[in-house]
């Protein structure tokens, strides 16, 4: 079955970028059925889905409109894995980030998440 | 963006006991994408229900979702220990998904 691991760093100073990698096994990134999700989830705003990135014959992005001006999603098909970037993070950033895999409009599995905190 | 409002916030219910929770939508949504997740502390989300009605892979039948339109309800029959939890639902539309604030149920 589809397994998801995260990495990434948990502090990222205001301004930055915040990065965060989630390597896939059991299916690939460049999967014709599947879409690669991030969420995030904070006291303030609850869960929030950021964007994704799915293959189908081409690449294609779908970015939440809250963070479109700052979100980048992209696969790595030579690690079969999807990476997150948000640029010029500020405190309101600070969330449990988790990727996630789709099929249909649901999202199944989720990778353990990461707590990223914005702060100097 | 279609908001998705839950209800009650929290639910105090003993073992054994049935737990009804609600989730409304600011306007209708398609039963195909609407879907419930379990949520326990310092884990991830895990899907239980999604298309409103069908359970997940490996989901215990005590689980089951209903409803149409902007309400839709997540029934537990019978409260076992490991099923108190958050429950959130989450919705598709527009090219955008949304998730309910939450319900927590709490051992009574």
């Known amino acids: 079955q589809v397994q998801l691991q995260q990495s990434g760093p948990g502090l990222v100073k205001p301004s930055q970028t915040l990065s965060l990698t989630c390597a896939i096994s059991?299916?690939?990134?460049?999967?014709?059925?599947?879409?690669w999700n991030w969420i995030r989830q904070s006291p303030s705003r609850g869960l929030e889905w950021l964007g994704r990135t799915y293959y189908r014959s081409k690449w294609y992005n779908d970015y939440a409109v809250s963070v479109k001006s700052r979100i980048t999603i992209n696969p790595d098909t030579s690690k079969n894995q999807f990476s997150l970037q948000l640029n010029s993070v500020t405190p309101e950033d600070t969330a449990v980030y988790y990727c996630?895999?789709?099929?249909?409009?649901?999202?199944?599995?989720w990778g353990q998440g990461t707590l990223v905190t914005v702060s100097s | 963006e279609i908001v998705l409002t839950q209800s009650p916030g929290t639910l105090s219910l003993s073992p054994g006991e049935r737990a009804t929770l609600s989730c409304r939508a600011s306007q209708s949504v398609s039963s195909s994408y609407l879907a419930w997740y379990q949520q326990k502390p310092g884990q991830a989300p895990r899907l239980l229900i999604y298309?409103?009605?069908s359970r997940a892979t490996g989901i215990p039948d005590r689980f089951s979702g209903s409803g149409s339109g902007t309400d839709f309800t997540l029934t537990i029959s019978r409260l076992e220990p490991e099923d108190f939890a958050v429950y959130y639902c989450?919705?598709?539309?527009?090219?955008?998904?949304?998730f309910g604030q939450g319900t927590k149920v709490e051992i009574k």
């Open positions: 996630a895999s789709q099929q249909g409009v649901w999202f199944d599995p």
């Open positions: 989450q919705q598709y539309g527009s090219s955008s998904w949304t």
């Open positions: 059991g299916d690939s990134v460049s999967s014709n059925s599947a879409a």
């Open positions: 298309g409103a009605s």
